[in-house]
C-alpha cells in the first residue's frame, strides 16, 4: 500500500483518525488510504452531514437517526454530529461559508414553498433574507488569482531589442507587480 496514511498521522501515540480522513478528502485522489474503521466513519459522518444539509431535521433528529442507523450510543451520535460538522467544515474553503449556503439554502426551500402554497407575503420576506444571506458570503471574485509569471528564455548573447522601462510599464498596467531579473551565469 502507498499513500500518506503508511506514515499514519500520530497525536499522543494515536492515529488522528479526523486528520487522515480531511487528507482523504483534500489530496489528490489515491494518495490517502483509509483502514477499514476509518472508512465505517467517513459513512458516519457522511451522512449525519447529509441529514444536516437536507434542512429537514433538528440536530437532535439528526442524532436519534444516527442511533438508530449504525445502533450505537447517543453520545457516539452526538460525537459524530460533532466530527461531521469538524470534517466538512474544514474541506470546505471556509466554515462560514459553509453554514451560509446551508442557510441560504434554507430559505430558498421555503421561499420555493411559499410560493407554490401562494403566500407571496412570505415569500418576499423570504427573498430579503435570501438576498441578505447572500450578500454574507465571501465574494470569491475578490481574490486576486495568482500572477502570471512570464519568463522569456533567450539562448546566451541574445539581447531582445524592447526598452525595458516601456515593458515594464505595460507589465504593470496589465497587473504585473514583480519583476526578478534572471541572470545567465
Do not use: C
Not at 548573447?157 to 510599464?169: M, R, S, Y
Request: proline content about 4%; overall charge negative; hydrophobic content about 40%.
Amino acid at each position: 500500500m502507498s499513500g500518506l496514511n503508511l506514515f499514519k498521522l500520530v497525536t499522543d501515540g494515536k492515529v488522528d483518525n479526523r486528520e487522515v480522513i480531511i487528507n482523504y478528502l483534500t489530496e489528490p485522489e489515491g494518495s490517502v488510504v483509509l483502514s477499514e474503521f476509518q472508512r465505517e466513519l467517513l459513512k458516519r459522518w457522511n451522512y449525519a452531514d447529509d441529514l444536516m444539509r437536507s434542512n429537514v431535521y433538528s440536530i437532535r433528529e439528526v442524532e436519534e437517526m444516527l442511533v438508530k442507523k449504525f445502533e450505537y450510543s447517543i453520545n457516539t451520535a452526538r460525537n459524530d454530529v460533532y466530527d461531521a460538522r469538524t470534517i466538512f467544515g474544514t474541506t470546505r474553503p471556509v466554515n462560514k461559508k459553509y453554514l451560509l449556503l446551508i442557510h441560504a439554502g434554507r430559505i430558498e426551500e421555503m421561499m420555493i414553498m411559499a410560493g407554490q402554497d401562494g403566500d407571496f407575503k412570505n415569500y418576499a420576506a423570504l427573498a430579503k433574507e435570501y438576498t441578505n444571506a447572500i450578500k454574507e458570503l465571501p465574494d470569491d471574485s475578490k481574490k486576486k488569482p495568482a500572477p502570471t509569471a512570464i519568463i522569456f528564455n533567450l539562448p546566451a548573447g541574445i539581447v531582445p531589442n524592447i526598452n525595458e522601462d516601456a515593458a515594464k510599464k505595460i507589465l504593470i498596467e496589465q497587473g504585473f507587480t514583480d519583476f526578478i531579473e534572471l541572470k545567465d551565469e
